[in-house]
Every structure is written in structure tokens, then in C-alpha cells.
């Protein structure tokens, strides 16, 4: 199962996060922190793979570890000023894993052609639309990249960027210029 998808910029500023578990908010608040943490003093020849740290450790230690229903495991990838991390259970597999990151990552292109760390502040709807379409109750419902993108863009979830609409010049095209 996983328990929590979180997506950062390299400043540690969250741009999503999506518990699938009850957790307090003062809990979330210092998970996030102690897994950005971790994940970004990795250095970039290290494994994709790291134990949870143990701030959950001891709420979850009696009956949830005989059904191996613990969060254990956090899984990361870093994409230009983003880190893609997904919390999850022992039973999941984290190959499987890396590749729903990828298979999200992707699915994100596609919506807004080249994505970038704007689309998804300005277009969070956009980015929820894509883990609900593929994570429903922190059990994966689709993995197929094609499936995704029409599910999306079927729901009329997909907000176009101010330059493709062809608006010349003003505020919108400096938003967007840099890319």
C-alpha cells in the first residue's frame, strides 16, 4: 500500500503532498521535513531506496507490523528541481514504484508538454487529477501512460498555459518565459 506521495523543489517547498494514511498533522509536518531531509543529502550515485525514518516507528510497532501494514519504505527520484517521493508498505515493490513515478512524471509531460516546477503550482488540479486517476486509497488503479492521459484529459482537468493560447505579449508571456 502506499501511505503518502509527496512531490518537493530542491528548497524543500512541498508542491504536493497526498497522505492515503491518518496521520496528525504535526506528524506530517515533521515526516515531510526528516524525508526531505534525507532525500536531498543523498548524493546522486546513491539508491533510490531508503527505510523510513523512525519518527513513526513507534506509533505502529503492535498489531500493523503482523500485517505488515506499516509505511517502511521511502522511494525517491529527482527530476531537474523536483523530488518525486512515495511513502509506502513493505509489500510494495520498489521497482514498481520507480516505475509509477515515471509513469506519473510522464503522464504530467504529456498534459503540459515539457512540464515544469510552474505548471504545477499554477495548475494543481491538473496534478491531483493525475495521482487520483492512478492511486485511489493508496492502492495503484492504473499504471497504462495512454489510460492516464485520456482519463485527465476526459475530466477537462487539463488548464492550457497563457503562451499556447497565443496570446501575444503582457504579464502571461513573462510568467512563462525562461522554460
Partial sequence: MINAVLVFNN????????FYTQLDTAVQQRLISEIFTLV?????SSCNFLPLPPLLAPANTSASTAHNDAPSLVTYRHYATLYFIMISTSTESPLGL????????EALDRLFENVCELDLIFNFETLHAVLGEMIVGGV?????????VAGVKSQGRVA???VNEGRGGGLAQGIWAGR
Avoid: W, Y
Fill in 11 to 18: 528548497n524543500g517547498q512541498p508542491r504536493l503532498t497526498k
Fill in 40 to 44: 536531498s543529502a543523498r548524493p546522486a
Fill in 98 to 105: 520507480l516505475d509509477l513515478i515515471q509513469v506519473f512524471v
Fill in 140 to 148: 495503484v488503479v492504473e499504471t497504462g501512460l495512454e489510460t492516464v
Fill in 160 to 162: 492550457k498555459r497563457p
